[in-house]
């Protein structure tokens, strides 16, 4: 009778997997996933799938937020995944799946492209090739609030600055209590410890003195990582590299010979109907005919952050 039981609960946990379509993976401690290797679609041809589901189980003491960052995504992003889980009180021994599989986002696939919804930043080869296997740096990032939100436009680097000291903009400087117009180098500094200037207006990727805001919506406009992560960015770029941030809450990929879509929560509330408009991605990537319309439905409605197979059967 225990073997039964055991053996239906495990069929009703995978069914419940397979509604949506997500890989079940093997459980096993989580990696960072900071580097991915993709193909760069050609003209007319879909992006692959990169990085790979993993799961973790939490341990006494901790919170979504410690999880996330040990595992290396965004905040927002692991409860998205795990929309059941208590974000400050998980019972230790709960099992979380990590979103670290992606759909590369439309893009020129060159330098920096960051997308807005998925709270992520991917980092390509400066010069790429279609068809060509490139190996891609991504890290997850804090953003705008709705009421300062990042800019959707293309960009440059035009200066790398380490322990970098604060003019706080005067649009900045009247929500201060107490008001500091300059804030030096130090573990207090919102900048944290590198800070790259981007060409558009006076936006900026930096480190954090906050670490639990990346993956959420914090900043005045700019880019924000963990601590951990901004120092490799900044190894990695160098003035004058390209970028675009992009505004994509829904990405359609394909992997074997599927179809995948990968829904994120229209953060900036920039779409009147999210569920058209990923039936309006699905068509303008020419595979609504084998796209299964409830799959997608129920996608759209999850918004789990996670590549879901649609693929009509």
């Known amino acids: 009778m225990r073997r039964f039981a055991c053996v239906f609960a495990c069929a009703f946990f995978v069914a ?21 290797t993709t193909r760069v679609p050609g003209k007319g041809e879909l992006p692959g799938l990169a990085g790979s589901l993993q799961h973790a189980r939490v341990a006494r003491g901790q919170t979504l937020l ?59 080869p400066e010069t790429t090739a279609e068809g060509e296997k490139v190996e891609v740096r991504t890290w997850p990032i804090g953003i705008g609030t709705e009421e300062t939100p990042s800019p959707i436009h293309s960009f440059h680097i035009v200066t ?13 400087l009247k929500t201060m209590d107490p008001p500091r117009p300059v804030v030096p180098p130090g573990p207090d500094n919102p900048l944290g ?7 558009y207006d006076i936006y900026s990727i930096h480190g954090t003195d906050t670490p639990w805001a990346v993956g959420r919506l ?3 406009g700019c880019i924000r990582l963990y601590p951990e992560d901004i120092g490799d960015l900044y190894s990695d770029v160098r003035v004058g590299t390209t970028g675009e941030i992009v505004y994509q809450p829904v990405k359609v990929g394909e992997d074997e010979g599927r ?30 005919a084998r796209v ?22």
């Open 160 to 172: 790398k600055e380490e322990n970098p000291t604060w003019v706080v903009p005067a649009s900045i």
């Open 218 to 220: 914090g900043t005045h």
């Open 16 to 36: 419940g997997c397979a509604t949506l379509r997500i890989p079940f993976p093997r459980l096993f401690a989580p990696k960072k996933v900071n580097t991915v």
């Open 193 to 199: 410890a590198y800070r790259m200037r981007l060409s």
């Open 66 to 124: 410690d999880v996330a960052r040990e595992a290396g995504v965004g905040y927002q992003q692991l409860q998205d995944a795990n929309p059941q889980v208590d974000e400050w009180v998980p019972p230790a021994g709960t099992d979380v799946l990590i979103p670290s599989r992606w759909i590369i986002p439309r893009s020129r696939h060159k330098g920096i492209v960051i997308n807005l919804p998925e709270m992520r930043l991917y980092l390509f």
């Open 259 to 288: 179809i995948f879509v990968e829904v994120h929560p229209d953060i900036y509330r920039r779409i009147r109907d999210l569920s058209r408009y990923a039936s309006d991605e699905v068509r303008r990537a020419g595979v609504s």
């Open 292 to 313: 299964d319309a409830e799959r997608l439905r129920a996608a759209v409605e999850a918004k789990r952050g996670v590549p879901v197979d649609v693929t009509r059967d």
